[in-house]
């Protein structure tokens, strides 16, 4: 193995496994360090094994780990009887809760979407519960986001070493 080679691995794996812990983590971009991870596994063998067509679908699966925390986090809400108003309140809440670190970001989409329904004279019960409903998306939205990216992992290793 070539110098180069070595260090575009050293590099992709720890973009990898930075990117599937922040498939966990809100913070840290997730999805797109661990395409980056993989594309420099892909480089550090000057894509002999993962051509074109496995990256633009690892691309692909990288941006769906968006579409499946998005659409998690509403039909959450939905779910739990949460009205469009507490869809809304929950997206601004999560935009909110970046500001404010990892609490906030697990707080403000609850926060978000209870503001959301009283402001439509709901009760404080129906209220919580939407909320309720957009915590439960956000944990199946973070179980779907990690099970694609462990796809990724596995779609990278299978088309290196089968």
């Known amino acids: 193995m070539h110098d180069q080679s070595l260090i575009l691995w050293i590099i992709g794996a720890i973009l990898t496994v930075t990117g599937l ?3 966990l983590l809100p913070i840290v971009p997730g999805a797109p360090l661990l395409f980056l991870g993989l594309l420099f596994g892909a480089w550090a063998e000057d894509f002999s094994y ?3 067509w ?4 690892l691309a692909i699966m990288a941006a769906l780990t968006y579409v499946v925390e998005f659409a998690a986090s509403i039909l959450g809400v939905k779910k739990y009887g949460g009205s469009k108003r507490a869809m809304i309140g929950a997206a601004l809440g999560g935009f909110a809760g970046l500001f404010l670190g990892i609490p906030g970001i697990l707080v403000g989409p609850f926060v978000g979407a209870v503001i959301g329904e009283l402001s439509l ?3 404080l019960d129906e209220a919580s519960r939407a909320g ?3 915590v439960v998306g956000l944990a199946l939205g973070v179980a779907g986001k990690l099970a694609i990216g462990i796809a990724m992992i596995g779609l990278f290793l299978l088309k290196r070493f089968v």
């Open 50 to 52: 993962i051509g074109v």
């Open 132 to 134: 309720f409903g957009t």
């Open 21 to 23: 812990s922040g498939l």
């Open 54 to 57: 496995t990256l633009l679908l």
């Open 121 to 123: 004279q709901r009760s």
